[in-house]
């Protein structure tokens, strides 16, 4: 009858969705036997339309390889998420790029979920790291899961308006006092000259911990070392040092005199230039690219007089002289094979092999200039670029594959050349700054190690630190409260962090 | 949840009204007449199958997943190859130095939602209840549904400019008038008004259409008959318009209690900064910021699971004492 089958079909609905749920979360598990003939890869996109994938660029690197691609390219304000959300899913790819060394990366890669390449890799020639140290820095707990992005070892630098410093007299900074002495006088001796109002740090609200931002730069140029201190062979976080109380002291003193911009706990990054731009302040310390672009943003507006509106020097002495300058890792995260995607050696095989040619030098070129005669040139060791629709093109989809480039084996790309004769000179004084404190950079000793609790409580740790530092600055805690929500870090969990991270130190 | 689903939300009249069965009924013999029923009209319950499936599908299915709450789950592994690992999850949120913070943030909140933005809607549909000009009642309702419809991203940017340290007109304004400097945006002080200002902002308009349709349900006779008495208008207010829509104002409020816990994660997300993460913190942004971004999903399921749980204590409480102290309940 109608009914009991109605009935049966609905308790086998039922029984179907119980079991897809069950199954969900497996992973994607691909064939061990199966070729690999298209390559699967995830990738995060910095810019705001995607490379065609019919595209020149896209087609040449297909060419390369030998393989055509299957690149999913995922806005990079949500790129951890989906990373997350897409190793639960059972569509992996062959290669995912990691922005950073996550937990959700640690945590899969120590159960198996990513391949352990680090005695595979060796036999890449393209593959294998040319810096040890970076190497080392970017393994999680001395094992390598996967193939590390290189970038700058240092990039950090504190960029100013030229125009003020000269109507003022004032000589570009070389220490912390010198640059508290400019935030002062830009803040109060009218550097414009038209009596509008100005301050002299520019700070955006900034998360996290440890990452180059502009309050880790303050910190360690007075001594704090660089998220990790090493002193007689154990560790302690760098924020336990005195002289992370010290640098915020100072910076609360230029907060409370008006000299950084009062939003700076609100602020979004993302117009982090327009208050320099526009004359409301006149410091930001941060990557020195930065400075390139500002001046950019003045050449726009003013394509004649616009190349002594921008300085940069590099990292600041503390008031004694001493010299601490932070550096990057040198890395920005990975890219990892997933073993769900590519469970057999073989496969290995074939995905390292792609990824070692669009490591070798043809390779690079093609991920970080384009193609050469087509949208660059090639002028003595600089690439300059040609100016055409079709090259513009292949250069907004350059800025997108540059990403899936790795360079662990040294970059052998071109770097472009600057426009101007005002932007070369800043590019080259930058490079000269980076070179020169390079050799001064605290490196965190700590870099390689992962805890198993601050695998656990490390976002909720850091942000600790993160709001107190901001709620001393703004005004909120004094320093004793400051001192006791520290204590309250190594309380709720911190302690336990640093008995993992020294016992994983003295072995590694 | 699955309440919010049911249109009962919309009907003011009581809906349980003494159809218990009897007594003495044993559940072997109501087994055999749902049979009995079954057999006797079978389109009527082949009609209620696509509900039915609906709700396996898409609400029971799912419940599957809560078992991560008791492994340390990993994606990679799935939900059957991860450790199981009992209540420790649980017994690390109890314990654990958040938990105390994130508790009362999330009961203040939800504690001012019941007592500010539950009965706004009540007092504005009683305001334009009493409003003759039919066109300007109208265009006030339109004028006020408005918000309603922005998500909250798009009310976080107005915030944003409205109330900017130094520049937003709102701030500007403020200071004028009471002197000093506020930052409405960092202070901790300011985040729970700006909060529950952006809750009657969006959705009080909108709140408003039951409780006019349920006053729009009052027999005009009761009016008319308090006139004669002598009533004015707030007599008639007190004693004919209130009673009238009380049975809907409870069933509203238990609907809301079920969801008391569930303070609004993107509108409190976006308003969270390091100065005032303090009071900003409750459990949903807390679950987020622990499950998708640290990667924490059983630690999360688990702080999920337990305000579910508390919810639902929560909405069978109030039905509980709905039914004891008036004549209307939910169930």
């Not at chain 1, 490390?458 to 520290?486: H, M, N, P, S, T």
């Not at chain 2, 009540?122 to 408005?146: C, D, G, H």
Request: hydrophobic share 45%.
């Amino acid at each position: 009858m109608f009914s009991r089958r109605t009935l049966l079909g609905g308790a086998a609905a039922g029984a179907a969705t119980l079991g897809l749920a069950a199954c969900g979360g497996g992973g994607g598990s691909a064939d061990a036997d199966a070729e690999i003939t298209t390559l699967k890869i995830m990738a995060p996109l910095l810019s705001d339309t995607a490379p065609d994938p019919e595209g020149q660029l896209q087609t040449a690197i297909e060419e390369f390889i030998g393989m055509p691609l299957e690149i999913t390219w995922v806005p990079n304000s949500s790129y951890s998420d989906r990373v997350t959300v897409t190793m639960a899913s059972d569509n992996i790819p062959h290669v995912m790029v990691h922005t950073g060394k996550s937990a959700e990366l640690a945590q899969t890669a120590e159960a198996g979920g990513y391949w352990d390449l680090t005695d595979i890799l060796p036999e890449y020639p393209n593959l294998t790291p040319e810096n040890e140290d970076v190497a080392h820095g970017a393994s999680i707990n001395g094992r390598t899961y996967g193939i590390f992005r290189l970038r700058d070892a240092m990039r950090a630098s504190v960029i100013l308006r030229k125009d003020w410093l000269d109507n003022l007299g004032l000589a570009e900074p070389e220490t912390t006092d010198d640059l508290r002495e400019i935030a002062r006088a830009f803040t109060d001796d009218d550097p414009a000259g038209d009596g509008s109002a100005t301050t002299g740090l520019i700070i955006p609200a900034w998360s996290g911990y440890g990452n180059n931002g502009p309050y880790d730069l303050w910190e360690t140029w007075h001594g704090t070392a660089n998220v990790w201190k090493e002193e007689g062979g154990s560790l302690s976080p760098a924020f336990l040092a005195p002289e992370f109380i010290e640098a915020n002291r100072t910076m609360r003193e230029m907060v409370e005199a008006g000299q950084v911009n009062a939003d700076f706990a609100t602020m979004d990054s993302g117009t982090w230039n327009e208050p320099f731009f526009n004359g409301q302040g006149g410091i930001i310390a941060d990557v020195s690219s930065r400075g390139l672009q500002l001046m950019g943003l003045f050449k726009d507006a003013d394509p004649e007089g616009y190349g002594d509106k921008v300085t940069m020097v590099g990292n600041l002495k503390n008031p004694d002289g001493t010299l601490w300058a932070l550096p990057t890792p040198g890395y920005s995260g990975y890219l990892t094979i997933p073993k769900a995607a590519v469970p057999g050696d073989a496969q290995l095989a074939t995905v390292l092999t792609a990824l070692d040619k669009l490591s070798s030098e043809e390779g690079q070129r093609l991920l970080n200039n384009g193609i050469e005669g087509v949208n660059y040139e090639v002028d003595g060791d600089q690439a300059v670029a040609i100016e055409s629709e079709e090259a513009s093109l292949i250069q907004s989809d350059v800025s997108a594959f540059a990403q899936i480039g790795t360079q662990s084996n040294g970059y052998l790309g071109l770097p472009a050349k600057p426009e101007g004769e005002a932007e070369a000179a800043l590019d080259q004084k930058r490079l000269d700054y980076h070179e020169a404190d390079l050799e001064h950079a605290v490196f965190n000793p700590g870099s390689a190690y992962m805890s198993q609790s601050y695998l656990q409580n490390g976002a909720i740790l850091d942000q600790i630190v993160v709001d107190a530092r901001l709620k001393f600055l703004a005004g909120q805690l004094d320093e004793a409260g400051l001192e006791a929500e520290l204590e309250r870090w190594t309380s709720s969990g911190g302690q336990q962090v640093v008995d993992e991270m020294n016992e994983l130190y003295q072995q590694g | 949840m699955v309440m919010t689903n049911s249109p009962a939300a919309a009907s003011p009249v009581p809906l349980q009204t003494g159809q218990e069965p009897a007594p003495g009924a044993s559940s072997t013999r109501r087994k055999r007449s749902l049979l009995k029923r079954l057999r006797r009209s079978p389109m009527l319950y082949l009609m209620l199958l696509p509900g039915v499936v609906y709700f396996a599908v898409f609400k029971y299915a799912p419940m599957y997943g809560i078992t991560i709450a008791f492994q340390d789950y990993l994606p990679f592994l799935g939900m059957q190859g991860s450790p199981w690992v009992g209540l420790d999850h649980f017994e690390r949120l109890f314990s654990g130095p958040d938990f105390g913070r994130l508790l009362s943030n999330t009961l203040i909140l939800a504690f001012l939602n019941v007592v500010i933005a539950f009965p706004a809607p009540i007092i504005v549909a009683l305001m334009l209840n009493e409003l003759r000009k039919q066109m300007l009642k109208k265009f006030i309702q339109t004028a006020i549904y408005i918000p309603h419809f922005l998500s909250w991203a798009i009310v976080s940017g107005l915030t944003y400019l409205l109330f900017a340290l130094d520049i937003g007109p709102i701030t500007v304004l403020f200071n004028e008038l009471f002197g000093g400097r506020v930052n409405f945006l960092a202070d901790p002080d300011w985040f729970r008004p700006l909060i529950m200002a952006q809750t009657l902002w969006k959705g009080t308009g909108w709140g408003t259409i039951i409780y006019l349709a349920a006053l729009a349900g009052v027999d005009k006779q009761l009016y008319e008959a308090a006139m004669i008495d002598g009533a004015g208008r707030f007599q008639q207010l007190r004693h004919v318009t209130i009673p009238a829509i009380i049975p809907t104002v409870i069933i509203m409020l238990i609907l809301n209690i079920g969801n008391f816990l569930d303070t609004g994660f993107e509108q409190i997300y976006m308003l969270t900064n390091s100065l005032n993460r303090d009071v900003a913190d409750v459990f949903d942004t807390y679950v987020y910021f622990m499950g998708i971004t640290n990667g924490a999903y059983s630690y999360s399921t688990a702080i999920g699971l337990f305000k579910s749980i508390v919810g639902l204590i929560l909405i069978l409480g109030a039905n509980w004492l709905a039914k004891k102290f008036t004549e209307s309940s939910l169930f």
